[in-house]
């Protein structure tokens, strides 16, 4: 049975549209104009699948007047590779994304407070060195969930997924904001991945790029100063035409860049199911308003699951995520500028050590407004650091271990880059960087594996290390020694002592210790006693010991 298939496209101020498609022969059937800026036109159409585009009189100033151009259609949730034409599915008689059936949305997911996050490019987290098959899709992924789950992760944050041109980059040059990028797998393939990391109660946290797309997404052959700035507002910091949050149309009482951004967005949460949006270039976005808009449009069309919405605004700043500020969380990126150099013994400095281990000190408000990191995909690995250093092997993983124990007990959600956790030492490339699995039948590498394995769920067990308070309870420039305690209302309590040094400290005291008794070392797997509010101890060069209150 056919049925009338509709058409649409949202064009107001251009002077003619048509559709052309596999089922007119690519003739063009004339579309048209309503008083809402829309061309449309409904077509019967059987069950099946159809490849269509638009044909428009371009307002774009770098066509000529009323050009005549071929575009697809910006709401496309399908785009075949190599044609580009858009790909719709009817089925009885309705448009459709794909016949997914979701099977695990009734389990229970963490709230924003107990994430541990990872971030992952699909194309380059399996498959690797040695391995026969060139692996980089949502399948593969899949078939690591449950080494993520072994792990620790309950957050996954996919670098971009969506359509961009070519097979392989970040992901942060989309052309088509509804469709998912084909060298991945199919949308389907998509959301069995999200489903099944759902079924493990892990969430998905899809980045997601609102500053700027790439330079032949549809809108900018339509009419590109009605979506986009003109030009670049910062020439230095420019990936592509930028929305224009500012722009109003008048005459149908819109914004038209808030709009689309809208749909998408709405989209996503309910075709996809994800459970937070990572927002590329927010401090470019600059615009508040449009930010606050778009967290709420998230959190009414999420309902009741959680929602996480992270900025990354660099440098980073509390205003993006306080009382006035529209994000829940921000990439923190001063942790990362802090640490490193410190891990890396290229300075010692307390008080800038403090500011970044309690963002409080920074006038963030709370535990959920930083992502803490010790790097993500557009830093090198720590491992890199290390080396440029010609700090190698045990010394290496000595320091990454302690850098592991700074991301797990700071105030703030920790995340780790693929691989980060068994000391992956890839450059960064624009190129495709496959981590290396091989790396873990290395006894260094399967080691600290097992030690992020073990802080995650001392984290997991402790709640103190979800709260927001924090004391640096000892202090001594002179060795490099710093002591900071996390503790929360009902009891837990840990205490982190971290020497920044290269010497091994024998009969160390600490004095102004939280609590008198008996405390578990967990680095070491043993138990101590504090009197008189003092412990001593033995600590090692770049070592971190970690004690829980039993």
């Given at each position: 049975m056919a049925a009338p298939i509709e058409f649409a496209l949202f064009a107001p101020y251009n002077e003619g549209a048509s559709l052309v498609s596999c089922f007119s022969n690519w003739e063009e059937i004339p579309m048209e104009k309503d008083k809402q800026g829309y061309f449309r036109t409904s077509v019967e159409l059987e069950d099946g699948i159809y490849k269509y585009k638009f044909r428009v009189q371009s307002k774009s100033w770098f066509f000529e007047a009323d050009q005549w151009v071929d575009v697809n259609d910006p709401y496309a949730?399908?785009?075949?590779?190599?044609?580009?034409?858009?790909?719709?599915?009817?089925?009885?008689?309705?448009?459709?994304v794909d016949t997914y059936v979701w099977m695990h949305d009734d389990k229970p997911l963490p709230p924003d407070h107990e994430l541990v996050i990872y971030e992952m490019h699909v194309g380059d987290f399996s498959g690797g060195e040695d391995d026969a098959y060139p692996r980089g899709n949502y399948q593969h992924v899949i078939e690591k969930l449950d080494y993520l789950?072994?792990?620790?992760?309950?957050?996954?944050?996919?670098?971009?997924?969506?359509?961009?041109?070519?097979?392989?980059?970040?992901?942060?040059?989309?052309?088509?904001?509804?469709?998912?990028?084909?060298?991945?797998?199919?949308?389907?393939?998509?959301?069995?991945?999200i489903d099944e990391c759902h079924a493990r109660g892990i969430r998905v946290i899809m980045d997601g790029?609102?500053?700027?797309?790439?330079?032949?997404?549809?809108?900018?052959?339509?009419?590109?100063?009605?979506?986009?700035?003109?030009?670049?507002?910062?020439?230095?910091?420019?990936?592509?035409?930028?929305?224009?949050?500012?722009?109003?149309?008048?005459?149908?009482?819109?914004?038209?860049?808030?709009?689309?951004?809208?749909?998408?967005?709405?989209?996503?949460?309910?075709?996809?199911?994800?459970?937070?949006?990572?927002?590329?270039?927010?401090?470019?976005?600059?615009?508040?308003?449009?930010?606050?808009?778009?967290?709420?449009?998230?959190?009414?069309?999420?309902?009741?699951?959680?929602?996480y919405n992270i900025a990354e605004?660099?440098?980073?700043?509390?205003?993006?995520?306080?009382?006035?500020?529209?994000?829940?969380?921000?990439?923190?990126d001063s942790f990362y500028h802090t640490v490193k150099p410190h891990i890396c013994g290229d300075r010692f400095d307390l008080e800038s050590l403090k500011d970044v281990i309690d963002c409080k000190r920074q006038g963030y408000l709370g535990a959920t407004n930083v992502v803490n990191y010790l790097t993500n995909h557009d830093h090198e690995r720590l491992m890199v650091e290390l080396a440029n250093r010609e700090i190698f092997d045990e010394e290496a993983f000595k320091r990454l271990k302690l850098g592991a124990v700074l991301l797990m007990t700071a105030v703030g959600i920790p995340l780790l880059w693929m691989g980060e956790e068994f000391g992956e030492y890839k450059p960064k490339s624009m190129?495709?960087?496959?981590?290396?699995?091989?790396?873990?039948?290395?006894?260094?590498?399967?080691?600290?594996?097992?030690?992020?394995?073990?802080?995650?769920?001392?984290?997991?067990?402790?709640?103190?290390?979800?709260?927001?308070?924090?004391?640096?309870?000892?202090?001594?420039?002179?060795?490099?020694?710093?002591?900071?305690?996390?503790?929360?209302?009902?009891?837990?309590?840990?205490?982190?002592?971290?020497?920044?040094?290269?010497?091994?400290?024998?009969?160390?005291?600490?004095?102004?210790?939280?609590?008198?008794?008996?405390?578990?070392?967990?680095?070491?797997?043993?138990?101590?006693e504090a009197s008189n509010n003092t412990l001593t101890l033995d600590l090692g060069g770049y070592e971190a010991k970690v004690f829980v209150w039993q």
């Open positions: 949730t399908d785009i075949e590779d190599p044609t580009q034409n858009c790909v719709v599915r009817i089925k009885d008689g309705e448009r459709i789950v072994e792990l620790g992760i309950n957050a996954i944050e996919l670098m971009p997924i969506k359509e961009y041109p070519g097979d392989y980059s970040w992901g942060y040059n989309p052309r088509y904001f509804f469709a998912t990028e084909s060298s991945y797998g199919s949308t389907d393939e998509l959301k069995h991945l790029i609102y500053n700027h797309s790439e330079a032949e997404n549809p809108l900018t052959q339509i009419d590109h100063d009605y979506w986009y700035h003109h030009a670049p507002r910062d020439p230095d910091n420019n990936w592509g035409p930028e929305f224009n949050y500012e722009h109003y149309d008048k005459n149908l009482e819109t914004y038209p860049a808030r709009k689309f951004i809208g749909d998408v967005v709405r989209f996503w949460i309910t075709e996809y199911h994800i459970d937070g949006i990572r927002y590329d270039a927010a401090r470019q976005i600059a615009n508040y308003e449009f930010m606050h808009w778009i967290v709420q449009e998230t959190k009414k069309t999420a309902e009741a699951k959680p929602f605004y660099i440098p980073d700043n509390p205003s993006i995520t306080n009382v006035d500020g529209p994000m829940d969380g921000c990439w923190h190129e495709s960087r496959k981590i290396n699995w091989q790396l873990l039948s290395n006894d260094y590498n399967r080691g600290l594996c097992d030690y992020y394995k073990g802080l995650i769920g001392l984290r997991k067990n402790n709640q103190a290390l979800y709260a927001e308070n924090i004391n640096f309870f000892f202090e001594d420039a002179d060795t490099k020694v710093m002591a900071y305690v996390r503790w929360n209302g009902e009891g837990s309590r840990v205490a982190v002592v971290v020497n920044f040094s290269d010497n091994f400290l024998t009969g160390y005291t600490l004095s102004n210790f939280p609590e008198n008794g008996i405390w578990h070392e967990w680095t070491g797997n043993y138990e101590v």
